[in-house]
């Protein structure tokens, strides 16, 4: 990862925190203490990378902020909420259709 995208993350780390109801804020997110490069697989080929990021959000208390905010800004790389950007992009285009149904 370069110096560029660890600021790109912090930034979008720190937005996250931004938008986390008041009560929440005494949690951390999981992945705060972890590697960044953890949350950005190489493809999507790297299961092992993808299984082991979800992992460590699945046990997130701002799992559902985090996964809001990505879909909101429409976060173009990483695990986000426990979604990979394929994921959220089906999410999105599954609620683009439901709405105009």
Known sequence: ???QERIERADSLYQLMTH???EALAVSP???DEDPELFFPVSPQDTARIEEA???CAGCGLLSACRKRA?????????WGGLTEGE?????RQRRRDEHD
């Open 88 to 92: 959220r992009e089906r999410l999105r």
């Open 71 to 79: 879909l909101r800004t429409a976060e173009p790389h990483g695990i």
């Open 1 to 3: 990862m370069t110096s």
């Open 54 to 56: 979800k992992r460590v």
């Open 20 to 22: 986390v109801p008041g």
């Open 30 to 32: 999981a992945c705060a």
